[in-house]
């Protein structure tokens, strides 16, 4: 059964740091793409990372580029995304996918499994 469980959300003050993890049973994380998404309320779901099966090539969308690292700990079956420099926009319910292909994606639409989701919350 596959499965995918996100932890690590919380409350984190502008400018700080926090890491969200993803961690997989059922699978091998990497024979998958996975990604990471967000949605904040009354907004569409987007995008932020992702990592590419087998080589583990990333991609990041242009609103976290250079903030945010996506990594992923074979022996663990996980996959971390480390966020820095947090701005209060960033306030969202956070979500890993994953999908059985090579190439990864940060179109949500080409993920069939995924996670319940935890929360961030950027704030002072």
């Known amino acids: 059964q596959v499965q995918l469980v996100e932890s690590g959300g919380g409350l984190v003050q502008p400018g700080g740091s926090l890491r969200v993890s993803c961690a997989a049973s059922g699978f091998r994380l990497d024979d998958y793409a996975i990604g990471w998404f967000r949605q904040a309320p009354g907004k569409e779901r987007e995008g932020i990372s992702c990592i590419s099966a087998v080589d583990g090539s990333t991609n990041y969308a242009d609103s976290v580029k250079g903030r945010f690292t996506i990594s992923r700990d074979n022996a663990g079956n996980t996959v971390y995304l480390q966020m820095n420099s947090l701005k209060p926009e960033d306030t969202a319910v956070y979500s890993c996918?994953?999908?059985?292909?090579?190439?990864?994606?940060?179109?949500?639409?080409?993920?069939?499994?995924w996670g319940q989701g935890t929360q961030v919350t950027v704030s002072s």
């Open positions: 996918a994953a999908v059985l292909t090579f190439r990864c994606s940060l179109w949500y639409t080409e993920y069939n499994f």
